[in-house]
């Protein structure tokens, strides 16, 4: 049986040399990355080329598109639960625009993580789509009655989602009728304040009774997503829900300073209350 050979002491390597700085033109040098299951290289970004696509149709346009905006709006979601528990901001959750129950179970869901054991979730909804549009919007698929989700079937989701449906509420009703100053008047008298409100139900008309709903139930670091700011309208800060925006800061005591950006589409704000201080642009 052959001797196992004496390991040998290892010869001090010498120490590597630093590699050349790369002139214009000349090939890089090759570096060592750790396993990231994907190619690292030009053009530094995974696109998917011909081959990939040759099939591709409206279907998978759609899916593209949603699973990129929902991962977005989730992101937000994770954010701002972070800024208001790092912040101190108690309360509760709004969602004028509720649907699929797609922010809504992201909102749980942070809430959950964030282990907010008091916090209350307000649906409101017509819970029978839009209303009869009675301003001009550019998506034409924006009719009385589309993006409908039962209030039934909202509330299933909520359930089979499993995070803290004993403590949502649903407000069944169109704005301009649900929104009453005896419902606001209930909401001051039993309620937390606002913590965080998703503004998303896409049209002029449906964003106006909300923000004057909404006004007394904000407080300071109260965060409002206003989602449909640059949807709907061609982007013109003269429609929808931008302009219900605009007009409704007119007359507010509140000033909002920008905070985060939701896509192409949406904008999240922090209210606050004017006072003497330092000027500038946040
Ligand atoms: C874009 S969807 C909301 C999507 C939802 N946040 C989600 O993530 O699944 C718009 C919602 O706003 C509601 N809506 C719009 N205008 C309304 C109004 N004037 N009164 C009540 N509900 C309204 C619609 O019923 C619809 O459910």
């Given amino acids: 049986m052959a001797k196992t050979a004496k390991p040998k002491t290892a010869a001090k390597k010498a120490p590597a040399a630093k590699p050349a700085p790369a002139k214009s033109g000349e090939p890089q040098p090759k570096l060592q990355m750790p396993a990231m299951g994907r190619k690292i290289g030009e053009p530094w970004v995974d696109l998917p080329d011909g081959k990939a696509l040759a ?30 528990t790092d912040n101190r901001v108690a309360g509760d959750y709004h969602e004028y625009g509720c649907h699929r129950c797609r922010t809504f179970r992201m909102a749980l869901t942070e809430a959950r993580l964030h282990n907010l054991q008091t916090m209350k979730f307000f649906a409101f909804d017509s819970f029978e789509g839009l ?6 919007t550019s998506v034409e698929i924006w009719k009385r009655g589309a993006l409908t989700t039962t209030e039934g079937n909202f509330m299933k989701m909520v359930r089979e989602h499993g995070h803290y449906a004993d403590r949502v509420t649903t ?56 989602d449909d700011l640059f949807a709907g309208h061609t982007g013109s ?13 007119k007359k507010t005591r509140w000033r909002f300073v920008r905070h985060l950006d939701i896509g192409w589409w949406g904008r999240s704000y922090i209210v606050y209350l004017e006072k003497s201080g330092p000027d500038g642009v946040l």
């Fill in 171 to 226: 407000i069944k009703g169109f704005y301009d009728e649900s929104l009453t100053p005896a419902l606001r008047q209930k909401f001051l008298d039993t309620e937390n304040k606002v913590a965080l409100v998703n503004v998303d139900c896409d049209l002029y008309e449906s964003a106006v009774p909300v923000f004057k709903f909404l006004d007394p139930l904000m407080q300071e670091g109260t965060v409002i997503y206003i």
């Fill in 131 to 136: 209303p009869e549009p009675t301003s001009t």
């Fill in 237 to 249: 800060p003269n429609k929808g829900v931008a302009r219900a925006f605009l007009e409704y800061q």
């Fill in 55 to 84: 099939n591709w149709g409206r279907d998978e346009e759609i899916a593209y598109n949603q699973t990129n905006r929902q991962t977005e709006k989730a992101l937000f979601y994770r954010r701002t639960f972070d800024f208001l």
